[in-house]
């Protein structure tokens, strides 16, 4: 082993998206095993490597982690992005749980049924524009700050990030009404490691495809 944290998950976003992007925004480097069946899926079980039967699986400092809540926690501890005390600590996991509630439903989307897909659509737009980007809007006019807690860079602003993006590619222009998150875009995208990771060629993933939906029901077919 390299040294570098090995991420184990499909070739696509899902849970291991945000995984990806932490590591990128704190500018680690990691290997990627790619699951294209259900036998290796099965073995990963049978090895004993997941313990609730689940990917992601990311191993690092001799851990093989899995649940994505506590690997992110993890990593954002790691490379002091989770704040300087409790106080701030909370913050930002009310944060990242607000996010992953919207990212939940941007998840679960290509999955959709055809005829639900226009109101699952709907479903998005009206949840980012009326309950979660609101409230990162408001946070960031409040306090004049670059970043959502403490004036520093963390693993807020990265989720936050990640969330507008992935809502901006199925409704480009759902930031219309919020120049704050704007700004915030824009400042984050010519962050050094954050722009590195939006370049061609770098491990984020394309959006979900069929392809990857076909896979998805392969390897975790019961």
């Given amino acids: ?27 680690v480097e990691f290997e990627e095993v790619y699951l294209e069946t259900k036998e290796q899926y099965d073995k990963l079980i049978k090895d004993g490597f997941l313990l609730f039967q689940q990917v992601p699986l990311v191993e690092i400092d001799g851990m093989k982690m899995v649940q ?7 990593i954002a501890g790691k490379y002091n992005l989770y704040g300087k005390d409790l106080k701030e600590r909370a913050l930002i996991d009310m944060y990242v749980e607000g996010i992953a509630d919207l990212m939940q439903m941007i998840l679960m989307f290509p999955f959709s049924p055809p005829d639900a897909k226009e109101k699952n659509l709907d479903s998005i737009k009206e949840r980012a524009t009326n309950r979660y980007f609101p409230v990162f809007e408001k946070i960031l006019k409040q306090h004049g700050q670059d970043f959502l807690v403490g004036n520093k860079f963390s693993w807020a602003d990265v989720q936050l990030m990640e969330a507008i993006l992935a809502v901006e590619e199925k409704i480009p222009a759902v930031l219309s009404g919020f120049p704050q998150l704007q700004v915030f875009k824009t400042k984050m995208s010519n962050m050094p490691t954050i ?15 069929a392809h990857y939906v076909e896979t998805v029901l392969k390897v975790f077919k019961k």
């Fill in 1 to 27: 082993m390299s040294g570098k944290p090995r991420l184990t998950y499909l070739n696509g976003r899902g849970r291991m998206e945000p995984v990806r992007w932490l590591l990128a925004a704190a500018g």
């Fill in 68 to 74: 994505t809540r506590a690997i992110l926690s993890y």
């Fill in 195 to 209: 722009k590195k990771f939006l370049q061609p060629g770098s491990p984020r993933k394309p959006p979900p495809d």
